[in-house]
């Protein structure tokens, strides 16, 4: 089975552009949860989508989006990049929308801004 | 802001040797995880301790919670220079679903 997919790998922008970046999530799986991790820090939560619906949004500016599709796919929009949104943007897919779950992450998609 | 912090910030260890690290966080939670990172990539599962438990063991991990300290600790016995990575504990509550909280992790490197 496929793990998690994640697109683009890396991609470059510059500032005040805008960006997609698309994950698949496991089969089976519902849940799909964004992360923003800069370099050298932890994770931080931007998005959770469950069965199409939004579930939390962390504390992350309106130029941060997603959405959901109804194969569970989802993408993440960033507009009017900053400097500050250079980081390695993870998605992950779980089962259930809440509880004690366990996340799968996908490989990551490395956005610079310059 | 990140609701744990993670002890050491880095930690170089012959191979064979265990490694300790440790995690405090600020709020009443429900379940703590630990994931281990290779070289920026995703990050990969370890193990899950409930509320509830104390120690919780898979393979060569042992992970011990104390709820009244607001602690846990990894231990990684008898290491490989295949663990070499960063190690994030993640913490989730009631209120707030799947969302998890890292905190800023721990820069394992085992010697060979």
């Known amino acids: 089975d496929a793990g998690v997919t994640q697109s683009p790998t890396h991609l470059i922008k510059t500032r005040g552009q805008h960006v997609t970046l698309r994950c698949s999530p496991i089969?089976?799986?519902?849940?799909v949860s964004w992360y923003q991790q800069v370099l050298g820090q932890g994770p931080q939560f931007i998005f959770q989508?469950?069965?199409?619906?939004?579930?939390g949004r962390g504390n992350f500016p309106d130029r941060f989006s997603a959405r959901q599709f109804p194969n569970y796919s989802s993408e993440l929009n960033v507009n009017a990049l900053l400097l500050g949104d250079s980081a390695l943007y993870l998605c992950?897919?779980?089962?259930?929308?809440?509880?004690?779950?366990?996340?799968?992450f996908g490989a990551g998609s490395r956005l610079t801004v310059l | 802001s990140q609701q744990g912090e993670e002890d050491p910030q880095a930690l170089s260890i012959q191979e064979g040797e265990n490694a300790t690290m440790n995690c405090s966080y600020k709020?009443?939670?429900?379940?703590l995880q630990w994931y281990r990172q290779n070289s920026g990539r995703g990050l990969v599962h370890l193990i899950l301790?409930?509320?509830?438990?104390r120690e919780k063991h898979s393979g060569r991990l042992r992970v011990t919670l104390d709820t009244s300290k607001k602690s846990s600790s990894l231990l990684i016995t008898a290491s490989r220079a295949a663990d070499t990575a960063s190690y994030f504990c993640a913490t989730d509550r009631w209120a707030a679903g799947n969302k998890l909280t890292f905190g800023g992790g721990t820069r394992v490197l085992v010697k060979p």
């Open positions: 301790i409930r509320s509830n438990e």
């Open positions: 089969s089976g799986h519902k849940s």
């Open positions: 709020t009443s939670i429900n379940n």
């Open positions: 989508y469950y069965e199409k619906e939004e579930r």
């Open positions: 992950a897919s779980s089962s259930s929308g809440s509880g004690a779950n366990v996340l799968t």
